[in-house]
């Protein structure tokens, strides 16, 4: 079982970055993802999620109108668009897999529910 997230790097205020997650080793599609981020001296945050078909996303205040959780399931990967990055959005960023039925909340479950975690990726934000 893996999830790789990649994407990460240092842009300026305003700019955008994609992160991917790809995943391997278990079904993809009957899981829900979520992406998580911890900065420096900060306990870890969640960030987006995305259900299982795609159809529900569910975003922290702090990126609503920022942020874009995707997926594609033929590909077994999610990609989580930010732009407009503000130097508060800088941490390392995390995907995480939970397994789920079809038609739930991903919003309802928080981070002790997720089954399996990426490495991270660090994005960093200079102001």
């Known amino acids: 079982v893996q999830l790789q997230a990649s994407g990460g790097g240092l842009v300026q205020a305003g700019g955008s970055l994609r992160l991917s997650c790809a995943a391997s080793?278990?079904?993809?599609?009957?899981?829900?993802i979520g992406w998580f981020r911890q900065a420096p001296g900060k306990e870890r945050e969640g960030v987006a999620c995305?259900?299982?078909?795609?159809?529900?996303?569910d975003y922290a205040d702090s990126v609503k109108g920022r942020f874009t959780l995707s997926r594609d399931n033929a590909k077994n990967t999610a990609y989580l668009q930010m732009n407009s990055l503000r130097p508060e959005d800088t941490a390392v960023y995390y995907c995480?897999?939970?397994?789920?039925?079809?038609?739930?909340?991903?919003?309802?479950?928080?981070?002790?529910?997720?089954?399996?975690w990426g490495q991270g990726t660090q994005v960093t934000v200079s102001s």
């Open positions: 080793g278990f079904s993809f599609n009957m899981y829900s």
């Open positions: 995305i259900s299982r078909g795609g159809g529900r996303t």
């Open positions: 995480a897999a939970v397994r789920t039925i079809l038609t739930a909340d991903c919003g309802a479950y928080t981070a002790g529910d997720y089954n399996y």
